[in-house]
C-alpha cells in the first residue's frame, strides 16, 4: 500500500475537489445523453480531460472495424453520431502497471416525465443524494474515475503506469462502445468500471441478449373477427412458452448466483401492433430481452429461443404455417465471473477497507456490464465498483453523494498503489 503519509493526502486532494466534482457529476447528468444523443456530453468530458492535460482520443465508431471481433452486438441503428472518448495518461519512462478507468455516457430513456417528481435533466440534491436521469448509472461513476485521478495529481504525484479514462456509448443496449476501445489498441493490466455496485466488488454478472419476434396475421374487419387471424393475440401464447424457458434457465443454477432466487430474467420490454382498431391485426412486434448464465453459448441460447417460439406458434392454426420470424439486435453478451486477478481485488479490498473501515463485500450483478470484455477478450481483470445508487433505469434515478466521496478515494489510492507514484 502507499504509505500513510501519501495516502492521506490522497484522501484530503479527493476531499478538497469534492465539491467540483458534484458540481461537474450534476453537470453532465444535466446532458440527455440518450442512444444517439451523447455528442454533448462527450465534448463534455473531452474538455474536461483536455484540461487535465490527458492526451484526448474522439473518434467515430466505425461498425464494420468491429463487426467480426468477439463481444460484438448487431445493431439496427445509425452511428453516425456514436463518439468515443478516451484521455490518456502515459508518462516518459513509466514502469508502473497500466490502469483502464472505464465509464459509460449513454443514458435509458426516461419514459413519462411527469412520473418524475422533478425533471429527470434537471439534476437536483435533497438529503443527501444527487437525482436525475444516468446521474447513478452511470455518471456519477464515470466522473468518480476522472477525479480520483485527479486526486493523485493534486497531492503532489504523478502516477507512473499508464492511465485510460474512457468515456464509453452503447452500454446500454450493445457494449459496442467498449469494444471499439479494445480494437482501437486501449488495453491495460487491470481495469476498474465504476458502475453502480453499492459499494460492492462485482463478482460476477448474467449474458443478456435482445431479439424480436415478428408475428403476421390475417386481417379482416372485426364484425367477422372469427375468420380472421390476430397477430396481437398471437403473441401471447408465444409469450407464455419463452416464460417456461426462462423457469426452465433459472433451475440449471450458477453458483455464482446461489444467493439470488430468480437470476434469470425474461422481460418484454416493447410491443406493437395493427394497423386500425376495426380490424383484426395483421402483425405485431414484440421485443423482449433474456439473461442466461455465465458459460451458456450464446448460439444454443439463440437455438433454444427459436426453438421455444417455433413450438409455440405450431398450436396456432395461422402461425403453423406462417411462422413467426426472431431477428437479433443490441446485447449479445456472454455472463462474466471475474476470475484470477487475485493481485488488484486484494489491493481493492485493500483501499476500500482503509477508507469505509470495513471489508469490501461481493456481489452478483442480475444485469451486464461492459467489464465482460476486458475480462472475457483482454485478458484483463476488470472490477466493478461503484457508488450506491437507487430507482437506475425507473422514476427519481439517485445517486448518495457520501458513496461517491468514499468509491473516489478508494479508486484514488489504487491508482497511487496500482500504477505508482513519486514526487510531481
Not at 205 to 232: C, E, L, T
Not at 298 to 304: S, T, V, Y
Amino acid at each position: 500500500m502507499t504509505d500513510a503519509d501519501a495516502a492521506r493526502r490522497i484522501l484530503k486532494a479527493v476531499e478538497d475537489g469534492f465539491d467540483d466534482q458534484i458540481a461537474f457529476t450534476a453537470d453532465l447528468t444535466r446532458q440527455p445523453s440518450l442512444r444517439g444523443q451523447e455528442a454533448a456530453a462527450q465534448d463534455m468530458m473531452a474538455r474536461a480531460l483536455r484540461d487535465r492535460g490527458l492526451g484526448v482520443d474522439r473518434w467515430l465508431i466505425d461498425v464494420d472495424s468491429i463487426r467480426n471481433l468477439p463481444g460484438f452486438s448487431p445493431v439496427m441503428v445509425s452511428y453516425e453520431n456514436a463518439w468515443n472518448v478516451v484521455g490518456a495518461w502515459r508518462p516518459q519512462g513509466a514502469r508502473g502497471r497500466s490502469l483502464i478507468l472505464n465509464g459509460h455516457i449513454d443514458v435509458v430513456p426516461t419514459g413519462p416525465a411527469d412520473m418524475w417528481a422533478s425533471p429527470p435533466f434537471e439534476p437536483r440534491i435533497a438529503d443527501g443524494w444527487l437525482y436525475g436521469r444516468g446521474g447513478g448509472d452511470m455518471k456519477a461513476g464515470l466522473v468518480a474515475g476522472m477525479y480520483a485521478f485527479d486526486a493523485v495529481r493534486r497531492a503532489g504525484y504523478a502516477p507512473q503506469g499508464d492511465i485510460y479514462v474512457q468515456s464509453v456509448v452503447e452500454e446500454e443496449c450493445t457494449g459496442n462502445g467498449a469494444l471499439a476501445c479494445l480494437q482501437r489498441g486501449y488495453k491495460a493490466d487491470a481495469a476498474i468500471i465504476p458502475e453502480p455496485s453499492q459499494c460492492k466488488l462485482g463478482a460476477a454478472q448474467v449474458g443478456v441478449m435482445w431479439f424480436q419476434v415478428h408475428v403476421q396475421g390475417r386481417p379482416v374487419h372485426v364484425a367477422r373477427a372469427g375468420s380472421g387471424s390476430n397477430a396481437i393475440e398471437a403473441c401471447f401464447p408465444i409469450i407464455r412458452a419463452l416464460h417456461e424457458l426462462e423457469e426452465d434457465w433459472n433451475k440449471r443454477g450458477h453458483p455464482a448466483f446461489a444467493e439470488h432466487k430468480h437470476p434469470i430474467n425474461f422481460v418484454v420490454s416493447k410491443i406493437k401492433g395493427g394497423d386500425w382498431t376495426s380490424s383484426v391485426p395483421a402483425w405485431c412486434v414484440f421485443d423482449m430481452r433474456v439473461g442466461l448464465f455465465p458459460g451458456m453459448d450464446l448460439a444454443q441460447c439463440r437455438r433454444e429461443i427459436e426453438e421455444t417460439v417455433a413450438r409455440a406458434a405450431r398450436g396456432d392454426s395461422f402461425l403453423a404455417n406462417s411462422p413467426p420470424k426472431i431477428v437479433y439486435h443490441g446485447f449479445q453478451a456472454e455472463g462474466y465471473v471475474l476470475e484470477g486477478g487475485a493481485e488488484p481485488q486484494a489491493l481493492l479490498e485493500r483501499c476500500h477497507e482503509s477508507v469505509f473501515g470495513q471489508k469490501l463485500d461481493r456481489m452478483a450483478f442480475t444485469g451486464t456490464t461492459d467489464a465482460r470484455f476486458f475480462g472475457l477478450y483482454a485478458d484483463t481483470p476488470a472490477m466493478v465498483y461503484g457508488p450506491e445508487s437507487e430507482d437506475i433505469h425507473g422514476f427519481d434515478e439517485r445517486v448518495n453523494i457520501e458513496s461517491i466521496r468514499r468509491v473516489t478515494q478508494s479508486i484514488a489510492l489504487f491508482i497511487a498503489d496500482w500504477c505508482g507514484v513519486k514526487a510531481a
